[in-house]
């Protein structure tokens, strides 16, 4: 898959604090070919000492500090969105870290595509700027309130199809692969039937009533079709 420069990313500065180096030069490489400006620190002491970055990536295993208290520290001082970072099984680190200022977290092994989308998740979030309303052709989704409405008239979504729905928003026309999205709108990882996606597509098709907005890409997933352009020839 081709990695594509994400929406004004080129001003958004990442931090990626991981003392695995391999883990780390790949994210810093991605990041930076996905338009972040990224830079890589080992331990929590240079990831305290760095200068303000937008995105914390916070591996909570370091050598020095516990990723816990690197975590608390960093929100005491500063304004980054913190993703927080573990192997499978930390759930108490995840929790405690949540508790402890972090935006979002990411359980090892995890995909740069997935990692992107909690990034511009999370810049989403915390844009200060007016309400948080993405829209496409006549559909419209308040991420802080979690509305959804077509043309105006609202529309009742389910906390899962609201959650597919804003992965085919977060980048659109973009073909997102069905494990990206049940990564992102059921768990870290889905090891299940793809199927249940299948379900909440058509039932989030119903509710919308607006044909050609979520177009099936065959053998990839889904995107949100090109409702207002003219369509190319195939
Ligand atoms: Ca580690």
Request: aromatic residues 4%; charged residues 30%; hydrophobic residues 45%.
């Amino acid at each position: 898959m081709n990695v594509q420069a994400a929406d004004g990313a080129g001003e958004t500065r990442v931090l990626v604090v991981e003392d695995d180096r391999g883990i780390a030069e790949s994210l810093v490489r991605g990041l930076r070919q996905a338009g972040y400006v990224a830079e890589g620190v080992r331990n929590g002491r240079d990831a305290l000492a760095a200068h303000t970055p937008d995105v914390v990536l916070l591996d909570l295993g370091l050598p020095d500090i516990d990723g816990v208290e690197v975590c608390r520290m960093l929100r005491a001082r500063s304004d980054a969105a913190i993703i927080a970072v573990t192997a499978r099984g930390e759930e108490a680190d995840r929790v405690v870290a949540l508790d402890e200022g972090a935006d979002d977290y990411l359980v090892k092994p995890f995909g740069l595509a997935e990692l992107l989308a909690r990034i511009r998740a999370v810049l989403r979030r915390r844009r200060p700027a007016g309400p948080e309303i993405v829209r496409h052709g006549p559909l419209a989704l308040d991420l802080r309130t979690r509305q959804v409405s077509v043309d105006g008239r609202p529309v009742s979504l389910t906390p899962k199809e609201f959650a597919v729905l804003e992965c085919l928003t977060a980048d659109p026309g973009r073909v997102m692969s069905r494990q990206q999205i049940l990564e992102r709108a059921w768990d870290a990882h889905w090891y299940g039937p793809t199927k249940v996606l299948d379900v909440h597509v058509a039932a989030l098709r119903r509710k919308l009533g607006v044909p050609g907005l979520i177009e099936t890409v065959y053998g990839h997933g889904f995107r949100l079709g090109a409702l207002q352009e003219p369509r190319e020839h195939p």
